[in-house]
């Protein structure tokens, strides 16, 4: 008998495979497999389009603000969809994309989300914070109340799956979970920020009750709460200022 051929998961063999196509089949856990090698040959730009380009994104990138104040105007849910999908390409450990967006329309149950978190966040501003973190949060004038879980046109709530639960109650570890859903949420807000809308970063804590409310599963933990719109029209932020690139950046 001849060489074994290698088994590969997912989509079935064809003679040729477009450059960067996704594969037609959803994703579903094969444990061990390999995948099957593709070719990656994206078109390459050149050297003075990506600078242009470079140099454009920063600029874009430059004008993301956080916003705690959203305009009541209504945002096209594809929109959001499409930026979850972004978020959804993201790195992560082993690929085992260990995330989960839920995103929230029943008023109802965003009213209950408020309630709960403006519950634990009074806590947290009335001392459960501890003195050097409420100093530290101090110059941007937050507190407890929470107007955006409710007003603000859409609210996502990502979840970090901290391990894979199979339908027969089977768990297998997941590998650098915060890691990947850190760069997926940052992904997420980048494809928010670039679709032109405005999104804030909430992590009410402790997070417990999300899961809860929301139905998810045990291997489940709430990673961040994301209203998204647009500005309200007299929305203020910080005049902050952000480290220059030689402050962030060491060449070595
Ligand atoms: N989670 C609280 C407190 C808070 C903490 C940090 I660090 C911030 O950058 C902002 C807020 C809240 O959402 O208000």
């Given at each position: 008998a001849g060489p074994q051929k290698a088994v590969f998961r997912g989509r079935p063999e064809r003679a040729t495979l477009p450059a960067m196509t996704t594969s037609p089949k959803s994703w579903s856990p094969v444990h061990g497999e390999p995948y099957r090698p593709v070719p990656y040959r994206p078109a390459r730009i050149p050297a003075a389009e990506s600078l242009a380009r470079a140099a454009e994104l920063r600029e874009r990138m430059a004008e993301r603000r956080t916003v705690r104040r959203f305009a009541p105007d209504p945002v096209p849910e594809q929109v959001v969809r499409d930026a979850i999908a972004c978020a959804a390409t993201a790195p992560s450990g082993a690929h085992q994309q260990p995330w989960t967006f839920v995103l929230v329309k029943d008023p109802e149950v965003r009213q209950r989300i408020r309630a709960a978190a403006e519950a634990e966040e009074r806590l947290s501003y009335d001392g459960r914070l501890g003195e050097e973190w409420l100093t530290a949060l101090r110059p941007l004038?937050?507190?407890?109340?929470?107007p955006h879980l409710t007003d603000a046109p859409h609210l996502i709530v990502v979840f970090q799956q901290r391990y894979w639960l199979g339908p027969d109650g089977a768990r297998r570890k997941h590998y650098y979970v915060d890691e990947s859903v850190g760069i997926a949420v940052g992904m997420l807000l980048s494809a928010l920020h670039l679709s032109g809308l405005a999104a804030l970063v909430h992590t009410p804590?402790?997070?417990?009750f999300l899961r809860e409310e929301l139905g998810r599963p045990v291997n489940e933990k709430a990673f961040a709460v994301i209203p998204v719109g647009y500005p309200a029209a007299d929305c203020e932020v910080p005049d902050l200022v952000r480290k220059t690139l030689a402050q962030v950046l060491v060449e070595h």
């Open positions: 004038g937050t507190d407890e109340v929470k804590s402790p997070m417990g």
